[in-house]
């Protein structure tokens, strides 16, 4: 009953306004004489309408490789940008256009919006990371300001600098044995030229032979990116029951850093084992080795390494610059003249670095051509030879003179800077073999 009553008092309000609207509809639809409609009008009237439309605030970090031959156009196409107005800007501007004289194998990044545009773009102009010991790097930068338009600047960066501490097994090469632990290849290739002059990491390496490695990894301040690898600190290595290690000193301000064992002899030596990082010997030097175009025996004087077309050679010592042309077997061939009657040779390249003539100083390790197939080859390679009083002799078994060991003074400064290193690699060490316990 109570739920009737309480129902019933809306029951009537809504007959009530039905019973309206059925009144109201009547009264709508009842036809008006024509003598009281009024005369139709047309009216204009002007509507003030805005809208803004905002530019993506979306953006996309990209980064790349600095390749040989590569423009601003192509790499800004690889980096996923359709920007006309920013290679406009590069071409024309006198800061921007250094963007024209790109450092092969440096690594740009860029901040790209989703209509292709560049908003940011970042090229390194400082030196080689493995080789600075700033805490900082100059930097180019190209950017759109607050008012959409492109402005350039060089500018100083910070950089972070961490250490890493890593301990491998070697089971096949050094290089499977660095990748497998995560290790970069650069830090290996670093690991081969400080200790290259006393192991032959081609021939010398047995299954089980143990490398330790302290080294830093270096990243810009306000980088997106991952660190990259910078130079290695220390190495320890045990090689078919022989040990040997190498710490990373600088000597003053002047100083740049070598390496030395522990006991404060230098590794440094006058010349470098491999003109190539990374590489494969896929011919050694021979008296009588059958001779792949021609078929007959001949003798190899030189050592041949394979690998991809364009990439970068290294001169294995301080030198003058005494030949870069071609020669009829040896296709572009560079010759490099070094103190004490010492001469390298380096043919079937490519081509050649800019600027590279007869009479061009060169440090070690500096990049004076590319791997190629010219003169008379099969395949893609590197011939390179070393030459004593004009004598082919193996590069890979010639002994090399060291540099001139730590003084007394330097070697206590030595000592202090290493034990910590020691402790470190002795705690990997540790860690490892509790790993497989």
Known sequence: MNKYFALRPVSLAVAAIFALGAAMTAFGVAPLPQAQLPAAQTVR??????????????????????????????????????????????????????????????????????????????????????????????????RRNAAGAFE??????????????????????????????????????????????????????????????????????????????????????SNNGHFYDAFRFVRGADDTGSYYSSDGKSLKKSFLRYPIEFARISSGFSSARAHPLFGTKRPHRGVDFASAKGTRVRVTGDGTVDFAGVIRGYGNVIKVRHPNNFTTVYAHLNGFVRSLHRGTRVNQGDVIGFVGQTGWATGPHLHYEFQVNGIQSNPLKIALPSARPLDAGALAQFKSLTAGYKTELARTEIAKVASFE
């Open 152 to 237: 350039a600047l060089e500018e100083q960066v910070a950089l972070t600098r961490n250490v890493k501490v890593r301990s491998v097994e070697i089971t096949s090469s050094l290089f499977a044995a660095t990748d497998d632990a995560g290790i970069p290849d650069s830090i290996a290739s670093q690991v081969a030229d400080i200790l290259g002059g006393e192991i032959d990491f081609q021939r010398d390496l047995r299954v089980g032979d143990r490398l330790s490695i302290v080294y830093e990894t270096l990243q810009e301040a306000d980088s997106l990116e991952a660190p990259s690898a910078g130079r290695v600190l220390a190495v320890e290595m």
């Open 45 to 142: 009237e002007a509507i003030e309408f805005s809208y803004e439309v905002s530019a993506p605030v979306e953006r996309v970090i990209q980064s790349d490789r600095v390749r040989r031959g590569d423009t601003v156009s192509s790499l800004a196409d690889r980096l996923g940008a359709t920007d006309p107005e920013f290679t406009r800007f590069v071409a024309t501007d006198p800061v921007a256009r250094k963007l024209l004289r790109f450092q092969t194998g440096r690594i740009v990044q860029a901040e790209i919006d989703l209509i292709g545009r560049v908003q940011r773009f970042h090229y390194p102009l400082g030196a080689s990371d493995s080789e600075s010991n700033d805490s900082s790097t100059l930097r180019l930068t190209v």
